[in-house]
Structures are given as structure tokens and as C-alpha cells.
């Protein structure tokens, strides 16, 4: 179909792939072809926009060489504002998800303490919550409902989301499932390691915004505390001199 060879033509293969991953991690449909859409409409868009610029400038006197490539320099940056606004929203859902991952996975654990089934913990914690994991959650345990296996949808969940962290935690609580070991005990640890790996991420940002505080410091404060030191002498100097 029109609709096949598209997606073949524009977004099939690995970059396709990654498209599709992306918008699985942005919590979206992984439609290529419906994405490439939205961005075809947003280049369009840009295109209509730079054209009406480009005739106010040539009318009024001041076209040329920025007149003719307007168009197509808006249409370029429409794409790449799409492309970028997609990248963002899958980089907050999957923080999100990071963030929440401690909590679920130690109220999983509390929730198979305290007796209850695998299957039960999740459609628990799934009901219970409202946040992004626990969506996916949602989802996984649905799609063990009908039809699938638990295991695998769970290892289906870590894939979409591609967050290391919860991969690490799927993977122990599948190998747990399959030999038989003490499931709640193995959320616990996975619960500190997910803890511990937040705090490290929060570690990290810490130490890289206070880079970026440094900056305006060394670019703008000091620069002109020196002219503001040096400046009243040089101009006695030249008073002194004349």
C-alpha cells in the first residue's frame, strides 16, 4: 500500500527503528509514518511562513539572497524543532520513570511480603499508582491477561522504555521468577540499587550545574569587576600624562 511503501521510503530501516523507540519512550503510538506526517505538516508550515517573509521583505525594498532562503531555512528548522520536541518529551517520561522506579519496586515487594502473587503485586501497584511506571505496568499486566506471558511482557516493558535501571530490575525479577527465588527479597535489593543510582544521577547534575553556575562568573562577574578595578587607574594614568 501508499501507506507502506511511505514507511519504507521515509523512516524505515535502523533510523525507523530509533524513531519508533523514541516514540514508545515519549509514551506515544510508534507510528513512523504518522510522525513523519506531523513533521511534513510542520515543514509546510515553515515553508508557508518563510514564503509570506520573503514577499514583506521583497516588497519592501529589502529581499535578496535572505529573501530566497528563508523558505527553505524555516522549513529545516521546523523538522528539527518536531525532532527535538520529541527527543525532550521521551528524555522527561523516561526521568520519570527512573524516578518512580524505587517506590514501585519496593511496594512490590512490601505487596509479595505480604503474600500476595506476582500478578496480584502488579495489578495492585497498577491501580494504586497514577504515575508514568506505573502505566506501563498497567499495560504489561493486561497484556499478560491476554495471552501473553508475564515474563515476557515485563521484558517487553524494559525494552520500550530502554532505561537501564529498570532493564537491570526486570531482568533480576524475571531470573528470580524462573528459579524459584524469593521474589520480594529481590525487589528490595533492586529497590536500594535504583536508589543508589538516583542518587548518584543526582549527584551528577549537581556537579554540572554548578559548572554552569561558574560560568556567568568567570565570563561576565569578573571580567567586569577587573575593568571596573583597572579602568579608574588607566584613566588617572592618561590625566597624569596629558
Not at 511506571?133 to 498497567?138: A, I, S
Amino acid at each position: 500500500s501508499a501507506r507502506d511503501r511511505l514507511a519504507a521510503g521515509w523512516g524505515g530501516g535502523a533510523s525507523g527503528d530509533a524513531l519508533a523507540q523514541r516514540l514508545r519512550q515519549a509514551g506515544l503510538a510508534p507510528d513512523v509514518v504518522a510522525f513523519r506526517a506531523t513533521q511534513l505538516g510542520w515543514a509546510v508550515a515553515g515553508l508557508a511562513i518563510g514564503g509570506v517573509l520573503a514577499v514583506v521583505l521583497t516588497v519592501s525594498g529589502r529581499g535578496g539572497l535572505i529573501a530566497v532562503l528563508l523558505p527553505p531555512l524555516l522549513a529545516v528548522i521546523a523538522i528539527v524543532l518536531c525532532e527535538q520536541r520529541l527527543r525532550a518529551r521521551a528524555r522527561r517520561r523516561v526521568a520519570r520513570l527512573e524516578e518512580e522506579l524505587p517506590t514501585v519496586l519496593e511496594f512490590l515487594a512490601l505487596c509479595l511480603a505480604a503474600g500476595e502473587g506476582l500478578r496480584d503485586a502488579l495489578r495492585r501497584v497498577g491501580d494504586v499508582g497514577s504515575g508514568v511506571l506505573t502505566e506501563e505496568l498497567r499495560a504489561a499486566v493486561l497484556a499478560s491477561g491476554t495471552g501473553s506471558n508475564l515474563s515476557d511482557a515485563l521484558l517487553a516493558l524494559a525494552k520500550n522504555a530502554d532505561s537501564p535501571a529498570l532493564s537491570r530490575a526486570i531482568e533480576h525479577l524475571v531470573a528470580a521468577m524462573d528459579r524459584g527465588a524469593p521474589l520480594a527479597q529481590v525487589l528490595q535489593e533492586q529497590a536500594v540499587d535504583a536508589r543508589e543510582d538516583a542518587k548518584r544521577a543526582l549527584i551528577e547534575s549537581a556537579g554540572r550545574k554548578e559548572i554552569l553556575m561558574l560560568l556567568p562568573l568567570v565570563f561576565l562577574i569578573l571580567p567586569l569587576s577587573v575593568l571596573f578595578a583597572v579602568f579608574p587607574g588607566i584613566v588617572m594614568l592618561k590625566l597624569g600624562i596629558s
